[in-house]
């Protein structure tokens, strides 16, 4: 049996009307104490207004293997990118 | 230290002193108000505020030797988490301790600053409870004097949030958000421990125990708590027994575990009276600063 606690994903939510990102883990035997782990291992430094925690298992990852496949086709779709259009001054946050 | 069970409590100076004088409000008439000749240390001028500068002692000094203990846990904790939630308490209490001892330096009018206050005060000077000074032990030990302690000090910065003094009130109102955090995350952790495995359970019984004896004197009330009271700078603790005895037992509870058998109280760390333990702490503490009185960093 695996003694070490679980590992858990933590996203901090910089300031209101961000979106949470993933800034890294940590261990923890349950959610309320990854909750815990989260604040004093990650926003001591005023990082952050708000926290998500996810057990790390129940992520569900891309193959690598399967790079070539899923992002290579992308490379050439420039048009797929809004650099045609002009974003107005006040849209924050693109 | 794991595993180590409470000592027996004979030879704690605080007992005689408490069966002298009673404890509680009787007893403490019979200390004087004022520095006696024999105390260590310079004499605060006529004039100065001693009921002030000893209100602020007390609060600085719980702070400082809390924090000074969960320091020690500094690359011990059981994972680098609980090592960062522990250093971060300590923090916490550190930043406390330097705003009061600050202040008390300035109330006693004698050039003394907080740092002066920390490190170059005697064991006889400190005004720290007993609860404080409290070995580590193991994680449950020092996870059950953290929930007994900061339950205890959210409550008394609640009240101290409208002290007449300034200091005090701007330093609590601020502190108490910290010893809230404090007193959660101890408190998950004695309900995990309590309801976890055996060992755990164990441990944190025999955790409990040890620190079970020192919670009466964080309600005892000298006639100097009783005057920085009256003069609206200090709180009277006794206001808020009740629900700290109700908000404990709602933490044993959800634990599954039973309050430890009352044990004859250990009292006299407000008038300077300490185990062996805080002269240890105090020699790690304070061995830098004293041996090397220029050092910066």
């Known amino acids: 049996m695996n003694k ?3 590992l858990w994903e933590v996203f901090v939510r910089a300031k209101g009307g961000m979106s949470h990102r993933h800034v890294g883990s940590v261990h923890a035997p349950d959610a309320e104490i990854a909750l815990r782990h989260a604040r004093d291992t990650y ?13 790390s298992a129940s992520i569900t990852a891309s193959d690598p293997a399967d790079d070539a496949a899923n992002f290579d086709p992308a490379q050439d779709k420039i048009y797929r990118h809004p650099t045609f259009y002009d974003i107005p001054d006040d849209v924050k946050h693109i | 230290m794991i595993g180590t069970e409470p000592q ?3 030879g704690f100076p605080g007992e005689g002193d408490h069966a002298k004088h009673g404890g509680g409000v009787e007893g403490a008439g019979a200390r004087p108000l004022h520095h006696d000749a024999s105390r ?20 600085g000094d719980d702070s400082l030797i809390l924090g000074q203990r969960l320091g020690e846990w500094c690359g011990h904790a059981p994972s680098v988490e609980v090592d960062l939630s522990l250093a971060n308490m300590g923090l916490d209490l550190i ?7 600050n202040a008390a330096g300035a109330a006693e009018g004698q050039g003394r600053d907080g740092d002066a206050l920390a490190f170059h005060r005697d064991v006889l000077d ?4 007993w609860l404080v000074e409290q070995p580590n032990g193991d994680f449950a030990q020092t996870m059950a004097r953290m929930l007994l302690f900061s339950t205890w000090q959210e409550m008394l910065f609640g009240h101290l949030e409208g002290s007449k003094d300034a200091t005090i009130a701007a330093v609590a109102a601020k502190a108490v958000k910290e010893v809230r955090y404090h007193a959660e995350l101890s408190a998950e952790w004695v309900i995990r421990l309590g309801d976890g495995t055996q060992e755990s359970r164990r441990r944190m019984a025999a955790g409990l125990d040890w620190m079970w004896r020192f919670v009466p004197e964080l309600f005892e009330t000298d006639a100097l708590a009783l005057e920085a009271a009256e003069r609206g700078i200090g709180a009277d603790p006794r206001k808020f027994r009740d629900d700290y005895d109700a908000r404990i037992g709602a933490v044993l509870a959800e634990a599954t575990l039973e309050a430890p058998r009352e044990q004859r109280p250990i009292l006299g ?3 300077g009276h300490h185990g062996e333990h805080l002269g240890h702490l105090l020699a790690a503490m304070q061995y830098l600063p004293r041996t090397y009185p220029d050092a910066t960093w």
């Open chain 1, 4 to 6: 070490d606690w679980p």
């Open chain 1, 43 to 55: 926003t001591r430094r005023m990082e952050g207004v708000s926290l998500w925690v996810v057990p």
């Open chain 2, 8 to 10: 027996s409590s004979p």
């Open chain 2, 40 to 59: 260590r240390g310079p004499p605060p001028r006529s004039g100065e505020d001693l009921v002030l500068f000893e209100t602020l002692l007390r609060l």
């Open chain 2, 95 to 101: 930043g406390q301790a330097t705003h009061f001892l």
């Open chain 2, 126 to 129: 400190f005004r720290n409870c």
């Open chain 2, 269 to 271: 760390g407000r008038r």
